[in-house]
Nanobody
């Protein structure tokens, strides 16, 4: 059974960068669409980026489309979220999730979730 584990979060100053990783075990990610979501304090979970099985990428947040990049490495069974020019508003818990179907910005469309990794952007 597929299991996802996020890593790479932490405390970073505004303008800094982080690279989040979503590592899979138990099954391959190669045939799944993988989405990154984030949940800011007091807000609902929202989609950020998704990459499908053919490496098409979909952004679900205008505020990150030019600053964040999603990629995958099927050989390592992992998906990444490169986050640049981070802003305090980017703070929150970041989750990766998988679906056998196509990319979606809706969390309910995903089957398997990781436990999340905390990102805090603060000076």
């Amino acid at each position: 059974q597929l299991r996802l584990v996020e890593s790479g979060g932490g405390l970073v100053q505004p303008g800094g960068s982080l690279r989040l990783s979503c590592a899979a075990s138990g099954s391959t990610l190669a045939y799944s669409a993988i989405g990154w979501f984030r949940q800011a304090p007091g807000k609902e979970r929202a989609g950020v980026w998704c990459i499908n099985r053919t490496n098409n990428r979909f952004a679900y947040s205008d505020s990150v489309e030019d600053r964040f990049t999603i990629s995958r490495d099927n050989a390592k069974n992992a998906v990444y979220l490169q986050m640049n020019s981070l802003e305090p508003e980017d703070s929150g818990i970041y989750y990766c999730a998988s679906t056998f179907w196509g990319c979606s910005g809706l969390g309910d469309d995903y089957d398997t979730w990781g436990q999340g990794t905390q990102v805090t952007v603060s000076s």
